[in-house]
C-alpha cells in the first residue's frame, strides 16, 4: 500500500489489522467530546474497537469472508456512534457536536466502504473515477446541512458496498465531496493540489507489508524545503 495523507494528520485513518487486511477512514466535524475535537475522537474509537473485533486469530480469520468484514464494519461504526452521542450529551433539540466520516476495510483485494455525512471515497480506476458514497446533506439551504452524521442520535445504521480492487486502483477519502467528472489524471491531480485541504490517498497494491505513509501537498513542500535549508 501507498498512503498520501494531506491536510490534519488526526483527522485521518490509517491501520493494520492483520495481514492483508487494512482500515482507513476519514473524519470531519464540529463540536468536541470530552475535550476532544469529534473528528479525532470519532477515529480513535474506531480504532479502538476494530482492533478489538480483531484481536483472536479465529476473528482476523473470518474478516476474510465478505459478510463478517461488512458486519465488523458496520458493529464498529455503530459503537462509535452510540458513545459519541452519549459523551456529548446532545438530544433532540441541540447537538452540541457531529461527525462526518467515511471508512473502507481493505481485506485482501476487496474493499468495504461505509459512509455517513459530508465527507467522501472515491475509486480511481485505469482513467475512470467512480464515487463511491453518497451525499448525506442538504445542499440547497445557504449551507450544506448534514442529513446524517455520528454523535446525532443514539442509532445510526450503516450501509456497506464493497468491490474489488486491482494492483493501482487508488482509493481517496475526502473531507468533502468533490467533482468527480474530470478524467483520472486530473481528477489525481486536483487531489494534490486543488482546495480541498483533507484528503487520504490510498494506491492498492496486493502486498502484506505496512503502509508507507507520506504526507502531500503544502505542508510536504514546506518540510521538503525546511530539510534543505539545515543540511
Known sequence: MDVAIRGDLATCLTLRLA????????????????GTP????????????CRRRARAEARRQRLARSHAAAGMLCGALARVNGA???RSAGHDDYVPAACSL??????????YVAHAGSTAVYLVHGSSVFALTGGD?????????LARALGVAPVLTFAVSSIGLECGDVLAFCGHAVDPSADAGRFVEFLER??????LR??????????????????????????????
Open 137 to 145: 446533506t442538504f445542499d440547497d439551504a445557504a449551507q450544506p446541512v
Open 84 to 86: 459519541l452521542y452519549l
Open 202 to 231: 490510498v494506491r492498492y497494491e496486493p502486498s502484506d507489508d505496512e503502509p508507507v505513509v507520506r504526507r502531500t501537498g503544502f505542508l510536504a513542500a514546506v518540510a521538503l524545503r525546511m530539510r534543505a535549508l539545515f543540511r
Open 102 to 111: 467515511s471508512a473502507a476495510l481493505v481485506v485482501g483485494n476487496r474493499a
Open 38 to 49: 469529534i473528528a479525532r475522537a470519532a477515529l480513535v474509537r474506531l480504532e479502538a474497537e
Open 19 to 34: 495481514p492483508s487486511t487494512w482500515l482507513f477512514a476519514v473524519a470531519r466535524g464540529f463540536g468536541a467530546v470530552d
Open 194 to 199: 486543488g482546495p480541498e485541504e483533507q484528503v
